[in-house]
């Protein structure tokens, strides 16, 4: 599956931002989908995940993030509000079948300004 990301931007402190990311192939609905970020100077970490009707998170985002899916338009979002600087990030979104994410999109930055 190919993934592209979209709708990062440049977003003042406690504001909001949709991400995007639709991928190719009709097996879209089997797919674990998640969101990664990598700040500046720091590993890539992980953000949140779907699969089926359940969701994960990272501590850093419970409450503000939102993962969703449109399986009939084959996209995965991620829904992001009360925005800090500290989410400043390119975001990346990824697939997979098995243990491993093994099939990533391009990235999206997300600057949040103070």
């Known amino acids: 599956v190919q993934l592209q990301a979209s709708g990062g931007g440049l977003v003042q402190a406690g504001g909001s931002l949709r991400l995007s990311c639709t991928a190719s192939?009709?097996?879209?609905?089997?797919?674990?989908m998640g969101w990664f970020r990598q700040a500046p100077g720091k590993e890539r970490e992980f953000v949140a995940a779907?699969?089926?009707?359940?969701?994960y998170y990272a501590d850093s985002v419970k409450g503000r993030f939102t993962i969703s899916r449109d399986n009939a338009k084959n996209t995965v979002y991620l829904q992001m509000n009360n925005l800090k600087p500290e989410d400043t990030a390119i975001y990346y979104c990824?697939?997979?079948?098995?243990?491993?994410?093994?099939?990533w999109g391009q990235g999206t930055q997300v600057t949040v300004s103070s």
């Open positions: 779907i699969s089926g009707l359940t969701s």
């Open positions: 990824a697939a997979k079948l098995g243990r491993e994410y093994d099939n």
């Open positions: 192939g009709r097996t879209f609905n089997t797919y674990r």
